[in-house]
Structure formats: C-alpha cells, structure tokens
T-cell receptor, first 111, second 118 residues
Framework: RKEVEQDPGPFNVPEGATVAFNCTYS??????FFWYRQDCRKEPKLLMS???SGNEDGRFTAQLNRASQYISLLIRDSKLSDSATYLC????????????FGSGTRLLVRP | GAVVSQHPSWVICKSGTSVKIECRSL??????MFWYRQFPKQSLMLMAT?????????EQGVEKDKFLINHASLTLSTLTVTSAHPEDSSFYIC??????????????FGPGTRLTVT
C-alpha cells in the first residue's frame, strides 16, 4: 500500500467550478500535511499547509481528519491558471524531516 | 530568499557514461539536502537524504554505488549518476533544508534536471 494515496484524475472542470481532491495517508505517525502544486516539467511548489482545524487561503480550503487519516483540498471558482497537478504531502516529523509525496491529482480547467 | 538552483537544467548522455548534477542553495546554508526522482506521470520519489559532511542516507531500492551523492559544503550537493542507462532517464529534483528554519520540515526545491540517456 502506498504511504500517500490520491485519485490521479484528471479532473476536467469548467472555469468557475468548485472541485475537491482527496488524499489518504497510511502512517498514523504523520505530523505535518501539505498540498503542493506542480506544473508540467517544473518543480513542486508549496500551495498550503493543512491544519487540524482546517484552513483557508483565498479560493483554497484544506481539511484534515486525523481519525480517518484523510486530507482534502477544495478549490472554488476555478481559474484556467489552476490547471496543474496537485500533490498531497505528509511529513512524519522524525529526525530525517522527509516529505512523502502522493502521486498527484491532475486538474484541467477549461474555458 | 531561499533559492535553490540546479545545473544543468537538462542533459542528454550516452549509455554507459556518468552524469553529475549540482544542487546549490544560493542564499542560505543547507544543512540537509534531498534528492528526488520523478518518472513521467508519477510522483516524486525520495532517493536519498544528505547532511553536510556526512554520508548520504539512501532510500530502500536506491543503489548507492550507482547514485553517488556528495554534500561537501553547506551550499552544494552533487548527484552523480554512474554508468547511466536509458532506464535512468528521469526528472531529478533536489531540495534543501536550512538549519534552525522554522518550521523544520520546510524544504526549498530546485528547478529540476531532466536527464535523457540514449
């Protein structure tokens, strides 16, 4: 079983749509959670951290359910520029500070 | 701040040759650097973690004799792919972590190096 699992998509949505991505992680010792965005042939960029109480950054809302080991990302009012692959990432917070990446969910926003 | 560069950005080499990729932290001291590999339509897979001045820690399944990592200074780590084969063709990305950076898990990613072995 993969440590971090995501639906690969693609999610093909019209501009202005609301879209939600889900992610599950297997290691209950995971301490920190993130969503990264990766454009084609580019490095991943941190989109937002995910906190237990849920957090929002503009059109983006992230939720964490530790009991279910489940993370979500909601994007409202999708823009063409949101088209990318969204990576769910966890950190076990041991001395190695390793980040474990999910395989990503591809989003295509069409005009 | 917190800029990481990689060189080269892309490289094509013949099978059997070795390729060196450099990862530099430009405006901070990177006590730890991570090397990842990403195949098409797959996620980043951590290959190894290197701490300045010590041997790298390789992930399971990564051959340490094939992927040589050197982290000799606080601003430079190198990955050498020895005796490269076509199956080593991939996108190699490094990231760096700064000592005492808060939060400690924060990593800064380089732009990646695309390796094609013919």
């Amino acid at each position: 079983r993969k440590e971090v699992e995501q639906d690969p998509g693609p999610f093909n949505v019209p501009e202005g749509a609301t879209v939600a991505f889900n992610c599950t992680y297997s290691n209950s010792a995971s301490q920190s959670f993130f969503w990264y965005r990766q454009d084609c042939r580019k490095e991943p960029k941190l989109l937002m951290s995910v906190y237990s109480s849920g957090n929002e950054d503009g059109r983006f809302t992230a939720q964490l359910n530790r009991a279910s080991q489940y993370i979500s990302l909601l994007i409202r009012d999708s823009k063409l520029s949101d088209s990318a692959t969204y990576l769910c990432v966890v950190n076990v917070m041991d001395s190695s500070y390793k980040l474990i990446f999910g395989s990503g969910t591809r989003l295509l926003v069409r005009p | 701040g917190a800029v990481v560069s990689q060189h080269p950005s892309w490289v094509i080499c013949k099978s059997g040759t070795s390729v060196k990729i450099e990862c530099r932290s430009l405006d901070f001291q990177a006590t730890t650097m991570f090397w990842y590999r990403q195949f098409p339509k797959q996620s980043l897979m951590l290959m190894a973690t290197s701490n300045e001045g010590s041997k790298a820690t390789y992930e399971q399944g990564v051959e340490k004799d094939k992927f040589l990592i050197n982290h000799a200074s606080l601003t430079l780590s190198t990955l050498t792919v020895t005796s490269a084969h076509p199956e080593d063709s991939s996108f190699y990305i490094c990231s760096a972590r700064e000592l005492a950076r808060t939060p400690p898990y924060e990593q800064y990613f380089g732009p990646g190096t695309r390796l094609t072995v013919t």
